[in-house]
């Protein structure tokens, strides 16, 4: 069974730092691309950032600069930097890998950023 957990959301005032976790259940190798998107009430699931098997990486435009997509093999894990963060990125932030055809999501965790 492939599961997604996240982990590292809260509660953090402008300007502020989180780091955001996604433990994986087997190898972060195993998965062609591992993402994490994030949805604010109302609003679509977008991607916020990408970071593919060979390690190359992308960003949404409204995050670069400020956030970083990394990983810890040995761990399985995927990890989201965020760093001077806005009111507008609040919302909740989700873990997907792609594997063959196939994408795995976790079950989210919030940030929520104040003014």
């Known amino acids: 069974q492939v599961q997604l957990v996240e982990s590292g959301g809260g509660l953090v005032q402008a300007g502020g730092s989180l780091r955001l976790s996604c433990a994986a259940t087997?190898?972060?190798?195993?998965?062609?691309?591992m993402d994490w998107y994030r949805q604010a009430p109302g609003k679509l699931r977008d991607l916020v950032a990408r970071?593919?098997?060979?390690?190359?990486?992308n960003y949404a435009d409204s995050v670069k600069g400020r956030f970083t997509i990394s990983r810890d093999n040995a761990k399985n894990t995927v990890y989201l930097q965020m760093n001077g963060l806005k009111p507008e990125d609040t919302a909740r932030y989700y873990c997907?890998?792609?594997?063959?055809?196939?994408?795995?999501w976790g079950q989210g965790t919030q940030v929520t950023v104040s003014s």
């Open positions: 997907k890998g792609t594997r063959d055809f196939d994408n795995y």
């Open positions: 087997l190898s972060i190798f195993s998965f062609n691309t």
């Open positions: 970071i593919t098997r060979g390690g190359s990486t």
